[in-house]
């Protein structure tokens, strides 16, 4: 049984990667053919020809005034996925026509719904306005994973990891060292884990880019909405500086760490991430240090997550790990996606 959830909505790419030109992206085990019309607007169809199942994506196949033309013998389809021409005779079969995929642009993310289009709603698609917002600058990158979207969700979910994993980049002693509190709100579907550090070593990662020196406040508020969409509200502070009654929070900066959990296949992953910041906007620098950096931290958990896929896939079935207070969030999350499925929980035990 597959564990990706269906009729759910999926980041498929970032805004500035789909032009008016042919993009194919394999999304939930299904090939996917993306392009922009003339008007602007992102479709998405299936990435076979109805005919012999050649790729449209695929030279010499190509988008001919608003057309996607299939490179093997012709059949021509527009924006809709219709089919409008095919060789030899004039009579085009009804039934000439590619499946097509919801899609919605929002926060400069181009979204996808798997599953029934009956049940596509796009009010229930969770939202990160400050990729797209004055006020911020943003640095993102997308890394291939290759191990089950699942593992991504653990390993973000569970932030001591960073003491271990990214030691000299973000990972400081306090985080491994400082509980967490869970929240889980089952009727928004979202999972919140939160470590607030009061005093706590500044890592490299936070210290370069905002030139604060000495220990700080940190903050680490996850707010995780299963199955695409990771935020990680980060705030950085002198010691003891903590919000105004009213929310402002001048003395702080504030870090939006954002990943986008897409299932390419069972057991290979897409994994989006985006570093929003409210300090130091038009520093190219700091955009260059802040994006350099965050990748070398996805490519530490690449390269863990891609052993870990190895040892997952390997072992016999049933196998009981042991979980502590640190996975209450990632069991919770756990638990949310089983329930997408329809399946019980595997390896969900409580937390002892
Ligand atoms: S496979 Fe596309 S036209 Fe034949
Ligand atoms: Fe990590």
Known sequence: ???????????????????????????????????????????AHSDRCVHRRFPLSQAPSRLVDGAVVCGYHGFTYGADGKCVAVPGQTRVPRT??????????LDSLVWIWIGDPGLADESRIPRATYL????????????????????????????????????????????ASTPITTEVDDDAGIVYVSRHMADAECPPFYAKSTGLQGRIARWQDIEYTPPCLYKLHSRIAPVGSVPNPDGTDPDAFHVEVVYA?????????????MVARDFALDDEEVSAFLAENNRTVVLQDVVALDVLEQVVAREPAGYQELSINIDTGGLAARRMLARMVGEAPQNAPAAR
């Not at 959990?261 to 991430?273: C, K, M, N, R, V």
């Open 1 to 43: 049984m597959s564990a990706i959830p269906r009729n759910q909505w999926y980041v498929a790419a970032y805004s500035a990667e789909i032009e008016h030109a042919l993009f194919a992206r394999t999304i939930c085990d299904a090939p996917i053919l993306f392009w922009r019309t003339e008007a602007g607007e992102v479709v």
């Open 96 to 105: 000439a026509r590619l499946t097509s995929y919801p899609v919605a642009e």
């Open 132 to 175: 797209d917002a004055e006020g911020y600058t943003t640095v993102r990158g997308l890394e291939p994973l290759a191990a089950r979207f699942s593992l991504l969700v653990d390993n973000l979910l569970d932030l001591s990891h960073e003491t271990y994993l990214h030691g000299g980049y973000i990972g400081t002693p306090e985080v």
């Open 261 to 273: 959990i897409t299932p390419e296949t069972e057991h290979s992953t897409h994994d989006f991430w």
